[in-house]
Nanobody, 116 residues
Framework: QVQLVESGGGLVQAGRSLRLSCAAS????????MGWYRQAPGKQRELVTT???????NYADSVKGRFTIARDNAKNTVYLQMNSLKPEDTAVYYCYARYYNGLDYWGQGTQVTVSS
């Protein structure tokens, strides 16, 4: 079982940047995929981005070209660089990890608020 701890959220103005980090309590080398979901008030949780152990990535259309996910196996950490933030990016961002056996683990979430 792995524990995931997110950090880096906060309040920023539209157009600015933030970088989220997700630190795992164990090596992420054996994790199939890691990524980020987000949930805005009154909305369902949505997938933002994923990165596989092989480095393949995918992004929600709403964040393509603005967000970048990166994975550092040596530091057991996944990062989400968010540029050109918009008010509609405001949400709680959750890190997740999926093992090859299909088990998913989640972080506690970090709040991102973008003011207009």
């Amino acid at each position: 079982q792995v524990q995931l701890v997110e950090s880096g959220g906060g309040l920023v103005q539209a157009g600015r940047s933030l970088r989220l980090s997700c630190a795992a309590s164990k090596t992420i080398f054996s994790i199939y995929a890691m990524g980020w979901y987000r949930q805005a008030p009154g909305k369902q949780r949505e997938l933002v981005t994923t990165i596989t152990s092989g480095g393949s990535t995918n992004y929600a259309d709403s964040v393509k070209g603005r967000f970048t996910i990166a994975r550092d196996n040596a530091k057991n950490t996944v990062y989400l660089q968010m540029n050109s933030l918009k008010p509609e990016d405001t949400a709680v961002y959750y890190c997740y990890a999926r093992y090859y056996n299909g088990l998913d683990y989640w972080g506690q979430g970090t709040q991102v608020t973008v003011s207009s």
